[in-house]
């Protein structure tokens, strides 16, 4: 099997799909891999770094003509694309709801592509989950942002001319960005909430010692019992709790947001009018900035300035801790691997895998994947 | 007595002398205080609240017209120094040493100008010094611009794609900067190390949860127990105190350097060459870019990077957390007042009192302070 990782072409991208680890793992499990040069410097991996572990480092065009196995953090270019040799596999977060071509392209060339989005929510396939250890680190580094970008102090700190008072954060949506923001945030020293539409993350937010902010009417309470699972709440329920949270918003300092659908529109959770509520100073961090945004003032990679008020629209809060990033992002890989060759060491997908079969976008010159109408 | 804050003149500086808080106090103890316009929106204040605490706020001219007591977070440019009337008292962090002409400028237009930078360092003053509490900040504020510019998360993280490391944090300096830097970057989940020229360092420094980095020999047993006071230690000590320094720095992922002297160069501790020993990626953050720096690499108000190592410049950390850091110093502002009026409440500074007299630059036409030669 031999594998290629290239410099990622998607634009504002620093993470790199391989690491001096991964390549170790790959290599004694029989793989080759080439790297391109300089693929690792924007996450601070150097070429010698990837060669001391037993990659090969080459110019794009030598890792592109000898490579069968393409390991990509993003979606590669429709040049890039045009180049893969025929029946090669590429496997990244491909996104392909957010470009309309690039699932035909693929079936076009020959390629058979992978999307990480799309790994199973099953146990096995944990350790394969990208969605999963990058939403971890883009909640940390959404709290960092917010503590940049804030011009206070996030704990409480008495001095001799008087204390500053903690900030006060609240963190929408408690899924795996979700909490480790809450976490982060509370380690800063802030004073934390967070709500989600499922009533079960109650007891999850508090394990972190945050608050929940929810109306906890008997509708909410049979809910919260029920388990894990979203329950649609009554549209009564929904107008309450949309209520308390608008109010609870007025009296925050820092808001992070993390309602994030995988391939649809980001669910709009605070309105112009809300932010009009807001200290100046208060910060937003928008981590659905992406998919058009939680915030009704968020732009796509910009710092918007309302009343005083920062609205955050960072796209890609991984690549902003693209080392890390790149780490687990290359361990999922190396999780994933095992599936993708056959009991000789050769490239040989187990396309009837559940895993596989969940990611599988196109085959064989065709589009496969339901969501894509395959 | 007639209080006038103006915006600041000085490039980049965003904190406001006065807040709502301290616009009360002032005028609760009988003074009137005039307000720049919009002086306080780098700092989150707006006139609307400046106005609801008692203040006016008019234009620049009015408030330079009107005032006898000028509160300022720096230095005033030389426009504005020649506009201010004859006999007024010029309170601040004036850093005289910053700007040779500047002194006589204040002489010349008969400003008594008083420098917050010599508040003396005793009991009584602690309220007052603006230093320390600017300081606290910045120390703060250096390891969230650290966090910032790291390219990997400061705590451990066990994910289900493996376990990120713990960043290693090195503070050099455990002063007021040194000791928030260090609690901060505890708080944040880093691995903690910190070093000072003063031996009796190392209890404060490890009540904080950080190693102490010293050559532990019975020279510096000796100055441990000899008590808070600085040592001058032997050539031979620090000569292997460098060497454990510079091996220690080779392993750090973050070093911030906080070794700071008032009117004088910063002292070198990090050369090119132990930059060159750093892991790329690494961030060094200097807190004394404005007066030379710590590092050898360091640009004021750059991030330079050398050899995948980040040197971050920042001259003025605080300005970075306006808000609080504003709200500190009219927090000193309002201790330091009683020292500035009569019995009458009229202004009359009680030039003979030790913390006045300490801080005095100018007095009726001549430079007085004996740092300039007075």
Known sequence: ??????????????????????????????????????????????????????????????????????????????????KLPKGAVLVGLLDPHGDKDFAKACADAGINALAMEYTPRITRAQSMDALSSQSNLAGYRAVIEAAALYG??????????????AAKAFIMGAGVAGLQAIATARRLGAIVSANDVRPAAKEQVASLGAKFIAVEDEEFKAAETAGGYAKEMSADYKAKQAELVAAHIAKQDIVVT?????????????????????????????????????????????????????????????????????????????????????????????WEDEIIKGMTLTRDGAIVHPSLGG
């Open 258 to 350: 993390t309602a994030l659908i995988p391939g649809r529109p980001a669910p709009r959770l605070i309105t112009r009018a809300m932010v009009e509520t807001m200290k100046p100073g208060s910060v937003i961090i928008d981590i659905a900035a992406g998919t058009g945004g939680n915030c009704e003032l968020t732009k796509a990679d910009e710092i918007v300035e309302h009343g005083g008020v920062k609205i955050a629209g960072f796209t890609n809060l991984p690549a902003r801790l693209a080392a890390d990033a790149s780490q687990l992002l290359a361990k999922n890989f190396v999780n994933l691997a095992p599936l993708l060759r056959g009991e000789d060491g050769a490239l040989s997908p187990q």
């Open 1 to 82: 099997m031999r594998i290629a990782v290239l410099t990622e072409t998607y634009p504002g991208e620093a993470r790199v799909a391989a690491t001096p680890d991964s390549v170790k793992a790959l290599v004694k499990a029989g793989a080759s891999v080439s790297v391109e040069k300089s693929a690792g410097l924007s996450a601070s991996v150097t070429d010698a770094a990837f060669e001391a572990a037993g990659a090969k480092c080459v110019t794009r065009a030598a890792a592109i003509k000898d490579g069968q196995l393409f390991l990509t953090v993003r979606r590669p270019d429709a040049a890039t694309l045009a």
């Open 152 to 165: 206070r102090a996030f704990p409480m700190m008495m001095t001799a001319a008087g204390t500053v008072a």
